[in-house]
Every structure is written in C-alpha cells, then in structure tokens.
C-alpha cells in the first residue's frame, strides 16, 4: 500500500514537472519562432530567399528527428537529449543579433538541428507518462499551447518598442528555465527501450496502407501552417496590420488550443482518432476559406481562434494515434516518424510553395492553395475512416 501511495505520488510529481517543461518550450517558442522570418527580411533576405533558408533547416528537421529518436530509443539518453534541445539553441540564438547574414543562418541552423528532437521525444515521454498516470496527452500537451500564448503576445509588445532581434534574450531566460526543469526528469524514463532494429521498425511502420495515407494527409494538411507559422507576420503586414495586433492573433491561437487538447480525450473517446482527425481538418479548410474570402486584418486576428479546433485537436489525436500504431521498444521513433512529415516534410513543402505564391500571387494565391491542400488532406483522412469501418466489420463478422 504504501509502496503503491509512493509510485502515484511520483508519477503525479512526473506529470507536474512534464507540464512545467511544455509551459517553458512553449514561452521559448511562441516568442521567437514566428518572428524568425522577420528577422530575416529586416536582415536583407527576401520573402522567396527566407522560404528557401526554412526548406533547408526542413531537411535538417527530418535528419536531425530521425536520428535522436533513434538515438533515444536505443541508448535511453532521452533526458540529456531534451536537455541539449534547450541549452544549445538558448545559447546559439544570442548570435541572430549580429550583423551578418552567414552568422544568422549558420545559427538558425544549429538552432534547428538541437530544437528538432524536442516535439517527438517529450512526446513519447508525455504519451507513456500520461498512460501510466491514468491521465490524457492532451492536459499535459495544452500546457505548451499557454506559454505560446503569453509567449506570442509578449513578442508583440517587444517587437512595437524594440527590434525583433531583441526577442533572443527572453528566448535565452525562457531556455535556461526549461533547461532546469529537465534537470529535475528521472535519469532514465518508461519510453526508451532497446529492441528492434531502427530500420525494421520504419519498415512494419511503413507497409501499413492506412499508416501511409496517414502520414500523406499529414503533409497535405501541415504543410498549410507554415503559411501561419513562417509568414504570418509578414502577411499580416502586408494586410495592413500591425506588431500589436499580430501579437494578439498569435495569442489568440494558442490559448485556443488549451480547450481542444483538455477536451481533445473527451472528442477522441466519442469519436475514435480518426474522425477527430478528419473533423480538424475540415476545420483547416474553414480557416484558409475564410482567409481568403475576408483578408482584413481583424478577421485575421479572429480566425486563429480556429487554430485550436484545427491544429491543436489534430496534434493530441496524430500523436495518440502514432501511440497506438508504434510498438512499446520504438515509441521515440514513432513519433520522429510523424514528426518527419508533420514537421519536416511539410515544412519543406510548404516553406518553398507558400514563400513562392506569397511573392508571385500575395496572400490570396497562398490563402487559396492552402484551403486546397487541407481539403486534399481531409480527403485522404475519410478514406482511412472508411477502410476502418470496413476493417472493424469485418473483424466483428469474424469474430461471430
């Protein structure tokens, strides 16, 4: 008995800490990322040259995830790595403000390197952590969304009075404090295992059909929000809005995904992972729609309030789903896996095209192909239902 008194103490004491370190990755982030593309047009690059710079670290991105996950997943390191993740890019982002554009891309590179493991790694902790505590991904995950919040809306207030630039130095305190929660992780954690081969795991991974028209529609649909990620500053700009309200529509769509991903176990539990998925990117389309339609820089700002029915019900199920796909011994890779292509892919993809229509056709030729892409996407996720339900009743027949 007390020995059981003593475990639920530590995982709720675990849980406690793994919210801290999304809050402390979210503030970090949400500050910095979606004024990165600022940061390089004020340089002296132009909207098509920082789209090329964003498809390069892409190909970083899927590099980098592949192998710390696979580095997680065999050598159970997943602590130092997490540690890594936060201390070297909080240092090496303290060099943005020189006055030099090689020294601001190699940086954003070695930033981008270190950062990448980050999503996919915390995440197979989260997920097992979660599991094991009785509790949801999501109300551990949403906590990330607040610190984007305040992170993003802090940014704006910064960036009225101060150059852009300026922002490392909060993203510096921000890295430094999730770098002491890290510290405070057990040494080893219930996610890494060695077992499989790496390699043996991607291949079972990828002859799966329904796995692969999972992973397609994640591109179709992620690809989107790097028009929102990467240039969502600079559209809003070229709207006629400004570095106050960008802040205030950067909030408002991460405080939207707090409610999805606290309830996303509640919609998921109703719906199964597949629906939910397919609801969210309907809800993709509506958002580009109705940018599209409406490019006014108030209903810019009032449409992020989507964000958290799109991206943020999307992420919790994507990610629970890979969970539930990725054996016990592979979770780490699993999930770089996804990451792959909901980051690194889709980041390439979508950096190059929407930096190429954002300066060929502006905001509306971006707008209207990103709707497209997310309907595409959506498409693909009703084919995965349909086999599923197929696949379910014919399990059912043969079970009777």
């Known amino acids: 008995m007390i ?44 909207r ?12 970083l991105i899927i590099f980098a995830q592949l192998m710390w996950g696979r580095i997680a997943d065999r050598y159970r390191l997943t602590r130092t790595i997490l540690l890594l993740s936060l201390a070297v890019p909080a240092a090496v982002a303290l060099l943005y403000p020189v006055a030099s554009m090689p020294v601001l891309v190699a940086a954003y590179f070695v930033v981008i390197l270190f950062t ?8 197979a902790y989260a997920v097992a952590a979660a599991r094991a505590a009785g509790s949801s991904y999501g109300t551990i995950r ?3 969304s607040v610190g984007n919040a305040l992170g993003g809306y802090l940014a704006g207030m910064l960036v009225a009075t101060y150059a852009p630039h300026t922002l490392v130095w909060p993203f510096f305190a ?3 404090l999730g770098v002491a929660v890290v510290l405070a992780f057990p040494k080893e954690t219930e996610v890494a295992f060695t077992g499989r081969s790496f390699l043996s795991g991607i291949g079972d991974l990828l002859r799966d059909m329904k796995v692969v028209l999972f992973l397609i529609a994640c591109l179709l649909i992620n690809q989107t929000l790097t028009a929102f990620n ?5 559209v809003f700009q070229m709207s006629g809005g400004s570095y106050e309200q960008s802040g205030l529509a950067l909030m408002i769509a991460a405080l939207s995904n707090v409610p999805s991903m606290f309830l996303a176990s509640r919609v998921i539990g109703k719906l199964g992972m597949e629906r939910t998925m397919m609801l969210a990117a309907a809800a993709y389309v509506l958002r580009w729609a109705i940018q599209y339609v409406l490019p006014i820089p108030s209903v810019m700002v009032g449409v992020q309030a989507l964000q958290g029915l799109s991206f943020g019900l999307f992420y919790v199920a994507a990610v629970e789903y ?11 890779t699993g999930q770089s896996v996804f990451n792959v292509v909901f980051v690194g892919a889709a980041g390439i993809a979508g950096n190059l095209t929407n930096g ?25 996720l009703l084919v995965i239902v349909k086999r599923s339900g197929t696949s379910s009743r014919t399990q059912s027949r043969l079970n009777a």
């Open 48 to 59: 098509n040259d920082v789209g090329i710079i964003m498809s390069i670290s892409s190909f």
């Open 174 to 176: 921000f890295g430094c």
């Open 322 to 332: 890979v969970g539930s796909l990725v054996s016990r011994d592979l979770q780490a």
């Open 116 to 123: 990448s493991p980050q999503a996919p790694i915390s995440d």
């Open 230 to 234: 990467t240039y969502f500053v600079v």
């Open 3 to 46: 020995a059981q008194t003593s475990m639920v103490r530590t995982t709720s004491l675990l849980l406690v800490k793994l919210r801290a370190f999304y809050l402390a990755t979210g503030l970090a982030g949400g500050l910095l990322n979606p004024y990165m593309s600022t940061i390089f047009v004020e340089s002296g690059w132009n």
């Open 142 to 144: 949403s906590f990330q």
């Open 356 to 380: 190429f229509l954002l300066e060929a056709g502006g905001p509306a030729a971006m707008n209207l192909a990103c709707m497209v892409s997310a309907a595409c996407g959506a498409m693909l």
